[in-house]
Structures are given as structure tokens and as C-alpha cells.
Nanobody, 121 residues
């Protein structure tokens, strides 16, 4: 069994900062890419940032220069540092990981349960 557990969401004023964390645990053989998605009410889920096992990083244009994704491979954890937050960043943020479990060499996509980020004055 594999779990992705997110933390760090909350309510913040415009211009503020939050740091999201996502820890993968369980019977994991290897983790490839990890990323953060978000879904605002009435909108489709979108990829916010991703980081490969080799450290290649991508961001959606709307967060470039404000958000920073990083990962700690020893802890199977990915982070999202969010600065200069705007009301339009309000959404449920989901962690995603592509990984192998111990009982198989296939790759699987796993998702966290989501954490709410609300940017409002």
C-alpha cells in the first residue's frame, strides 16, 4: 500500500506565502516524477509544477517566478513553496507521483487527498 500525504495548506492574505509538503510512504521501489496539481471550483485540474527524478522542473506560466518546487529523494517528499500568492491561486492542491511498488516493476500514478489553499483578504 502506498500513501501520499499532503500538508501545509490554509488561508493566507494576498501577497503571502505558504509551503506545501507531500510525503510518499509504503511499499515503494522507486519514484520517477512528482508534481503538484490544483483544481479551483468549476475549473479543470491543472498541472502547477513538476519535477523529475533527475531534477528537471516545469511550471505553468501563471506561477513562474512565484512558486518553487523541490524534492527530497531520501524522504520521498516533494515541496511547493508558494510566494506572492494571489486570489486566483485559490484551489485544492493535489500531490502526484509516478512510482513503482515493491511487488511490481510497472509504473503507477498515485494522488494525495488534496489540501485547500485559500488566498483572501
Amino acid at each position: 500500500q502506498v500513501q501520499l500525504v499532503e500538508s501545509g495548506g490554509g488561508l493566507v492574505q494576498p501577497g503571502g506565502s505558504l509551503r506545501l509538503s507531500c510525503a510518499a510512504s509504503g511499499m515503494i521501489r522507486s519514484i520517477d516524477g512528482m508534481g503538484w496539481y490544483r483544481q479551483a471550483p468549476g475549473k479543470q485540474r491543472e498541472l502547477v509544477a513538476s519535477i523529475s527524478s533527475g531534477g528537471t522542473i516545469n511550471y505553468v506560466d501563471s506561477v513562474k517566478g512565484r512558486f518553487t518546487i523541490s524534492r527530497d529523494n531520501a524522504k520521498n517528499t516533494v515541496y511547493l513553496q508558494m510566494n506572492s500568492l494571489k486570489p486566483e491561486d485559490t484551489a485544492v492542491y493535489y500531490c502526484n507521483a509516478r512510482l513503482q511498488i515493491l511487488s511490481s516493476y510497472n509504473w503507477y500514478e498515485y494522488w494525495g487527498q488534496g489540501t485547500q489553499v485559500t488566498v483572501s483578504s
